[in-house]
């Protein structure tokens, strides 16, 4: 795609009262359900040449996608696009029974990219589903994990959007009752829907264990502690990323004077940067480093050079290859066939 010119040749020093400086948020970028979905796309091009069909965006990235584009894969809706016999990468967000389903009526070679944490929600919807509970599924509408996890068990699932839309619900049996999320909400917004469901709900019941990620949960924390210093924020990532607009959100309402949320710096624009001191800057969870560096060149050009990392984490947790591949790459020890990268903070 064409490229607007850089900050450093669109954007003017502009005066400020003190030091021009990046506060930079810390853990950022890549989560491990991402990077191993990403490397999932990536070894089944090498392993079984192109084209790889992939449902939906295997991330909510619109560089990831393009660079996988490049390489082979092609990106499809649904299953009955997809040649008969070919293979089909499931997206980190995950697929509900029915596609499962579908895609093998078609002969197709599925690999299941799912990230393990929407996984064990998945398997927490089945559980309550069997024991004829009634599941509360916090999460937005359309998006395609809250569509995979409520596939599991579409007769046992409600819908809740936001923290107004628990006070409307009617339930069947209020004493069988649980609340399960979409991974990657803002946790506070789904604390106060939890709240909310509960009092009209007392036996409303938790999920074993947290539902939103890792992940999202410490990107969330970080930019809360960037936010409350920046005159601010930029938010690198795509617009159907649930996780980089709740983290605009989380900005905001942490205490910065602004936010906005990018794809690339050339989006960037200079009545942004006007009298601004601070700017922070982090990465939603499908967003590679290089745009983040990208982001920095062009804002040490425009006389932000002064980067101070934020660290609220430490990221380390990989995983494994979707079966499929693992089978396939059986003696191969690269790291990336193992599982991924570590935490990209630093």
């Known amino acids: 795609m064409p490229r607007i010119p850089s900050l450093r040749n669109r954007l003017k020093d502009t005066p400020v009262d003190g030091l021009k400086r990046v506060l930079l948020a810390a853990p950022r970028g890549y989560c491990a359900g991402v990077d191993r979905a990403v490397i999932a796309v990536e070894k089944a091009l090498e392993l079984y040449g192109a084209p790889v069909y992939v449902r939906k965006q295997i991330v909510h990235n619109t560089h990831v996608v393009s660079e996988l584009e490049k390489k082979g894969a092609i990106f499809v809706e649904e299953v009955d696009e997809v040649p008969t016999g070919s293979h089909i990468v499931f997206s980190a967000?995950?697929?509900?029974?029915?596609?499962?389903?579908?895609?093998?009526?078609?002969?197709?070679?599925?690999?299941?990219?799912?990230?393990?944490l929407v996984t064990k929600v998945h398997r927490e919807a089945v559980r309550f589903a069997r024991d004829d509970f009634e599941i509360l599924l916090i999460g937005h509408e359309g998006h395609e994990e809250v569509e995979g996890t409520a596939g599991e068990a579409p007769e046992h699932t409600t819908l809740v959007g936001s923290p107004d839309e628990a006070d409307t619900i009617t339930?069947?049996?209020?004493?069988?009752?649980?609340?399960?999320?979409?991974?990657?909400?803002?946790?506070?917004?789904?604390?106060?829907?939890?709240?909310?469901?509960?009092?009209r709900f007392p036996n409303l019941q938790d999920p074993p264990s947290d539902d939103i990620c890792y992940a999202t949960q410490n990107r969330q924390v970080a930019i809360k502690k960037v936010a409350r210093d920046s005159d601010l924020v930029i938010v690198v990532g795509s617009a159907n990323s649930s996780n980089s607009v709740r983290l605009v959100e989380v900005a905001l309402e942490y205490g910065a004077k602004a936010a906005y949320r990018v794809d690339y710096a050339s989006e960037v624009k200079q009545e942004w940067l006007d009298g601004v001191n601070t700017v922070g800057v982090t990465s939603g969870a499908s967003v590679p480093e290089e745009l983040v560096d990208e982001l920095l060149r062009d804002l040490a050009g425009a006389g932000y050079g002064d980067v101070e990392q934020i660290k609220t984490a430490e990221e380390d947790l990989l995983f494994s290859l979707p079966k499929e591949l693992r089978k396939d790459l059986a003696g191969n020890t690269d790291a990336r066939a193992l599982g991924g990268r570590v935490d990209r903070t630093e």
Do not use: F, Y
């Open 93 to 116: 967000h995950g697929v509900s029974p029915a596609v499962v389903n579908a895609a093998a009526a078609r002969g197709l070679a599925a690999i299941d990219a799912t990230c393990p």
């Open 171 to 199: 339930v069947r049996d209020p004493n069988k009752v649980v609340w399960l999320s979409q991974t990657t909400l803002s946790v506070d917004e789904t604390m106060e829907t939890v709240r909310r469901l509960r009092a």
